[in-house]
């Protein structure tokens, strides 16, 4: 279980990291919805602050994923974590899907 929290706390570190940075630098962008997002994306994993965001979060997650008091955890761990991760997998199978179905033949 052990393996599953970090695996879960490093998933939502780094798209809560790499959002963060992307939803605050878009309105620069020229370029539209899904490839703004990916642009963004792409240029932020790059930035040292990304990572120093994502390694933060993730000391913050896993912490919260080893707190003795089961209601702290819940809402400090197993709810942030699953509804990003939730989320980044959606965002993910999304921009998958669109690119099968529209692109260039």
Known sequence: ???FKGILSGLAAI????SWLVFRDIGKEKATALAAFAAELVESV???LFW????LF????YAA??????LLR???????????SVFCIAVVALYAYM????RPR
């Open 15 to 18: 798209f809560i990291a790499g």
């Open 58 to 61: 993730f000391a913050l997650f």
């Open 74 to 84: 819940v809402f400090l761990f197993w709810i942030p974590t699953l509804t990003v």
């Open 1 to 3: 279980m052990d393996y």
């Open 99 to 102: 690119f099968i179905r529209f």
């Open 65 to 70: 994923s080893r707190l003795r008091n089961n």
């Open 46 to 48: 790059f930035s040292p």
């Open 52 to 55: 120093i965001l994502a390694v």
